[in-house]
T-cell receptor
């Protein structure tokens, strides 16, 4: 069975500080991809970062980095130097064989000035 | 370069009616996936279309059907609407390379369906 778990319903971070959003996954497929999306109140899902299961190095995209620990089946998102515009829902997702995507329940991030 | 577009933006229907939602993929993309996102939940995969055929399907009843056109645009049809079908319906497009594994997918702004 494929499953994505996000255990933090809500998180708060001070502006300019770093924050880590947790994500664990479960799959029996040897090849999979892990994604993080940002969903502002407008509803559109914005792609942030991707990590392939065979990638040796952690993915980074600007202020976003993905802390990939394969043995622990975790793919945490780290946002550095938080900005007020980072306040949104964040979803972790997994792509498995057949290109089907599974999403977690999301984490609501609030950046405090 | 236009991204993924969806229409309509909002829709209100009555229980038992039928609805059609539309999606145009990002330029260069040939694969369209549909998701249902209930309030406070993550998106749930409905199905995926590639080469005008349904390639993958999630755990949704046959009331949910779809179609992909030769220009890669897609429709989602829902028959016999239930109150529980009220949700944000997201369309996502991607490119499926020869290896068969598509990577990132781009989402449209969604259609918010309310069933009364």
């Amino acid at each position: 069975a494929q499953k994505i778990t996000q255990t933090q319903p809500g998180m708060f971070v001070q502006e300019k500080e770093a924050v880590t959003l947790d994500c664990t996954y479960d799959t029996s497929d040897p090849s999979y991809g892990l994604f993080w999306y940002k969903q502002p109140s407008s509803g559109e899902m914005i792609f942030l970062i991707y990590q392939g299961s065979y990638d040796q190095q952690n993915a980074t995209e600007g202020r976003y980095s993905l802390n990939f620990q394969k043995a622990r089946k975790s793919a945490n998102l780290v946002i550095s130097a938080s900005q007020l515009g980072d306040s949104a829902m964040y979803f972790c997702a997994m792509r498995v064989r057949g290109n089907q995507f599974y999403f977690g329940t999301g984490t609501s991030l609030t950046v405090i000035p | 370069d236009a991204g993924v577009t969806q229409s309509p933006t909002h829709l209100i229907k009555t229980r038992g009616q039928q609805v059609t939602l539309r999606c145009s993929p990002k330029s260069g993309h040939d694969t369209v996936s549909w998701y249902q996102q209930a309030l406070g939940q993550g998106p749930q995969f409905i199905f995926q279309y590639y080469e005008e055929e349904e390639r993958q399907r999630g755990n949704f009843p046959d009331r949910f059907s779809g179609h992909q056109f030769p220009n890669y645009s897609s429709e989602l049809n829902v028959n016999a609407l239930l109150l529980g079908d009220s949700a944000l319906y997201l369309c996502a497009s991607s490119h499926t390379p020869e290896t068969g594994t598509s990577y990132e997918q781009y989402f449209g702004p969604g259609t918010r369906l309310t069933v009364t």
